[in-house]
């Protein structure tokens, strides 16, 4: 759960439509849950990032008229909801459908590299080379 949000909305909906689910708002909690999360559901959030990192399935709640800062159903690496009746669908299509999960984290890899480069444990190398570069050319 957002901070800025409050859980009643999705309390009901889980209630509504029998859905097992956690609702949490503990941020140290958060990379656990989506590393072992089936799915993750978002509305304009960075986790979305690190869900799709993560590689695991994402849905983009759109309820705001607001414009998304990070378009993740745009890129094609989540499934945008756009009201209640779109959402239990929507997670029911993701964890049964293989080919749906299988079509989102096709997406990721390109996804990866525009928004978060390379995954290959060389970040601090590339910083500090320019770092070094800068200093050299001050």
């Known amino acids: 759960l957002h901070p800025e949000e ?3 909305f999705y309390q009901g909906l889980l209630k ?3 859905v097992k689910g956690t609702i949490t708002d503990s941020l140290k909690l958060l990379h656990s849950l989506v590393l072992y999360s089936e799915l993750v559901i978002v509305n304009d959030s960075t986790v979305g990032l ?3 990192l993560l590689g695991k ?3 983009d709640l759109r309820l705001s008229t607001m414009p998304y800062w990070n378009d993740y ?3 094609g690496v989540a499934v945008g909801v756009q009201n209640e009746q779109e959402l239990v669908p929507a997670i029911k299509s993701l964890l ?3 080919k749906s ?3 989102l984290l096709k997406e990721k890899q390109q996804y990866i590299i525009d928004h978060n480069y390379k995954q290959d444990g060389n970040a601090a190398n ?3 080379k320019i770092i070094k570069t800068i200093i050299k050319n001050n």
């Open 6 to 8: 409050k859980p009643d």
């Open 16 to 18: 509504k439509y029998k």
């Open 57 to 59: 399935p994402l849905i």
């Open 73 to 75: 159903v745009k890129e």
């Open 50 to 52: 690190e869900t799709i």
């Open 126 to 128: 590339r910083v500090a």
């Open 96 to 98: 049964k459908n293989k």
């Open 101 to 103: 999960r299988t079509r």
